[in-house]
């Protein structure tokens, strides 16, 4: 029997089609309330925290190696602690968030992330041994930990159905922009101040942060959970705009919350409605940090340096940012167009022959021959690294970068998402954890073509289980995305 659920060009798709048009003109408004975007970029200024910090040690560990204190210096065992050690923070930020977003809410946890974040940024400030340097990445991790669980379900749980796609895609972009913005200081500070501004310059965005979501509203649905339906309305209100029909949305906001009233239990935890989304979220989580976008971001400036291409370092580290921000905005405005999954396709196709060349490159072309090559500027053969690198990044940045953020909000349970994200975080923090820790000594021991064709490997992986696991959300409201896994009829996603 064909569900009662029937579409209509701009009204919510889960109205009857008789309804429609009264809804277009409404629907339209709410979706320009500019309210929204602000409540979005507030929030998002956390995940720019989160790409400054992610990406600090790529121009700090030069300039720490050559470090006249023998405190203060980095050898290759210190150096590969202090580019790792921010990930595991970061998972301990995730398993704090599977607690913190269920019970201070989305908006708290993330105002909360704040206060490690500045603590952390002002001991690398004034660190006086390599023990602050890390206890300082550990801090900023575990912000940058709580902030990957709960921004993209705060967004997710406010956003219009109509810009949900490319509102998800917005900490991504976010992210792209800070790493951006340390490259460029990185620069800068490099000729003119000491790279301990870095650290300063970190903590202008968490404070602008925290000031901003103080005048945010929580999300509708979790203040639905907690029995505040008078809040819950506000701020849906808020979020839609007055002049627009929210009250419609508040309902079927109201029974889907009530629906999942009940936290999640063990037994249930077997119902494919449960555990199915959890496994695909985790699934892309962990993919995601194998494809090796985490090593490569944090120890391009190095990468670059062994493969000596034409360019300095630094200034191939700010072009492949600039890459991935240009590629990120592509996906974002595509998201909503083109669909989440031919996105993930092509994403992971760029990604494993970038891959492929780049462990290619390295391989039949030893490190002697390469610097040889570098010194003649004919030959512009050593331009091959850089390109590889740039099109990896473009890759990710398209599809498996914010689509797996955007996915992991959009199909787990309510009864089940503060958890399950934090899980999603761990996972994906622990797997990053590892190959930071290791990437280094790996290239030591076997070469650095090793990695990438591991990477190129793992891409391949990734298209498969795009095309066999994950289901496509474009255009559906959360409500219709929780009936499909529950009752396995894809006619709720027409």
Not at 128 to 146: C, D, F, K, P
Not at 322 to 340: N, Q, Y
Not at 365 to 394: E, G
Not at 433 to 444: A, C, D, K, M, Y
Request: aromatic share 10%.
């Amino acid at each position: 029997r064909e569900p009662l659920v029937r579409k209509t060009s701009f009204s919510y798709r889960t109205f009857p089609e008789s309804v429609g048009k009264r809804l277009d003109k409404e629907y339209l408004r709410s979706l320009r309330n500019k309210r929204l975007y602000l409540a979005v970029f507030a929030a998002v200024l956390g995940n720019f925290n989160f790409g400054f910090a992610l990406v600090y040690p790529s121009p700090v560990i030069p300039a720490l190696e050559a470090h006249p204190s023998p405190a203060l210096r980095l050898d290759q065992h210190t150096a590969s602690w202090f580019g790792s050690v921010f990930t595991l923070g970061a998972a301990a930020g995730g398993l704090s968030a599977m607690l913190l977003n269920d019970r201070l809410g989305r908006k708290l946890s993330i105002m909360f992330s704040a206060l490690p974040s500045a603590v952390g940024y002002a001991l690398m400030a004034g660190a006086q041994g390599i023990g602050m340097l890390l206890l300082g990445r550990v801090l900023t991790g575990y912000a940058g930990g709580v902030t990957s669980a709960s921004i993209p379900v705060y967004i997710s749980e406010i956003s219009h159905p109509g810009v949900r796609g490319m509102l998800g895609a917005c900490p991504q972009i976010m992210a792209v922009l800070g790493s951006l913005i340390l490259y460029a200081l990185g620069k800068y500070l490099r000729l003119v101040l000491d790279w301990r501004w870095l650290a300063v310059a970190g903590e202008v965005p968490v404070l602008t942060m925290i000031v901003l979501l103080c005048f945010m509203p929580n999300s509708p649905r979790f203040l639905l959970s907690q029995g505040k339906d008078d809040e819950a309305l506000g701020s849906l209100c808020w979020l839609r705009g007055k002049d627009t029909d929210y009250a419609r949305e508040y309902e079927q906001i109201k029974e889907s919350v009530r629906k999942q009233s009940r936290r999640v239990s063990c037994a249930e935890i077997r119902d494919p409605f449960i555990y199915k989304p959890i496994l695909i979220a985790v699934g892309m989580r962990f993919l995601q940090q194998l494809s090796g976008v985490t090593c490569v971001l944090v120890y391009l400036q190095s990468i670059f340096k062994k493969t000596s291409v034409i360019l300095k370092p630094e200034y191939d580290a700010a072009l492949v940012g600039l890459v991935r921000l240009f590629s990120v905005v592509i996906a974002a405005v595509s998201m909503d167009k083109a669909g989440r999954k031919i996105l993930l396709f092509v994403s992971a196709g760029i990604m494993l022959v970038s891959n492929l060349t780049m462990g290619l490159y390295i391989h039949f072309v030893p490190a002697s021959q390469n610097s040889t090559i570098a010194n003649k500027t004919l030959n512009y053969i050593t331009l091959i690294p850089l390109l590889a690198t740039m099109f990896f990044i473009m890759g990710y940045a398209m599809g498996w970068g914010p689509i797996t953020w955007l996915l992991m909000s959009e199909i787990l349970p309510l009864k089940a998402r503060g958890v399950a994200s934090g899980l999603c975080v761990v996972v994906s923090w622990l797997t990053a954890f590892t190959l930071t820790q290791f990437f280094l000594r790996v290239v030591e021991a076997f070469g650095l073509e090793v990695p990438f064709l591991f990477f190129a490997v793992i891409c391949a992986g990734n298209i498969l289980f795009t095309g066999c696991c994950v289901p496509e959300t474009k255009g559906r409201s959360l409500e219709q995305i929780e009936a499909f896994f529950r009752t396995g009829r894809r006619s709720f996603m027409r």
